[in-house]
């Protein structure tokens, strides 16, 4: 999936999907943004995994001292600076998630929304574990997955996706369980709450889990 969102998905088609976003889903994506914006403190320095165009970076750069995007997308990294040039508390980093090239312990936040545990497509231990690595004793690491209960929505939101080209057409006999599957080898899995609390154990970390506004399922760490 990683190359997927690299080289198919990314930059203006990847813009192109959230601006398809019916009600439902809107809803779901600004819930995900007030849920993180609600665990920032005021100067706090954050890092945001797969940051994409941009679009997160946007709403929460207001209330950080300081907001890193990585992504393994140069030209989604590329849109994303000609729409945050104005902000000179944002930096934008061509980066591997799961090969973070930071200092230890020097955030406050680090962030993976939007089920990005999934889209990212390297090992969810090593993601959760690189993520814990640049964080700051005491301070948080948030990743966030659908919750259950928001499927339907999810998989219209794939299906008006799939009819406008930006992702391959929906393989409707093998889709379901909470995985989206298209014809063009994109697959879009979910972390439910057992597999997040196991993969907390795995890092030696207690893992806070919450469904906010019945479409996302967080799951907290802290460091």
């Known amino acids: ?3 997927y969102y690299a080289d198919k998905l990314s930059a203006e088609r990847l813009r192109r999907c959230y601006e398809l976003a019916p009600p439902p889903v809107e809803r779901y994506l600004a819930a ?14 954050v890092l945001e995994l797969g940051c994409g165009y941009g679009r997160v970076l946007r709403e929460l750069a207001p209330r950080a001292a300081e907001i890193v995007g ?13 729409e945050l040039a104005h902000r000179d508390n944002v930096r934008l980093v061509l980066m591997d998630a799961a090969n973070l090239a930071f200092r230890p312990q020097i955030f406050d936040l680090v962030c ?3 089920n990005g545990i999934s889209a990212l497509g390297v090992v969810r231990r090593r993601l959760l574990a690189a993520a814990l690595a640049v964080t700051r004793p005491g301070g948080q690491v948030l990743f966030s997955s659908y919750a259950a209960e928001f499927w339907e929505e999810r998989l219209n939101w794939f299906r008006i996706q799939a009819a406008h080209g930006l992702v391959g057409e929906i393989d409707e006999a093998a889709t379901g369980d909470g995985v989206i599957v298209c014809r063009d080898g994109f697959r879009a899995a979910t972390v439910g709450p057992e597999e997040f609390a196991a993969l907390a154990a795995d890092v030696e970390r207690r893992a806070e889990i919450e469904v906010v506004a019945g479409s996302s399922l967080f799951c907290r760490l802290i460091a």
Do not use: K, W
């Open 1 to 3: 999936m990683e190359s």
């Open 32 to 45: 995900e943004i007030d849920h993180v914006r609600r665990g920032m403190t005021p100067g706090s320095r």
């Open 70 to 82: 990585i992504d393994i997308s140069l030209s989604s990294l590329t849109l994303a600076h000609a």
């Open 112 to 114: 993976c929304v939007q």
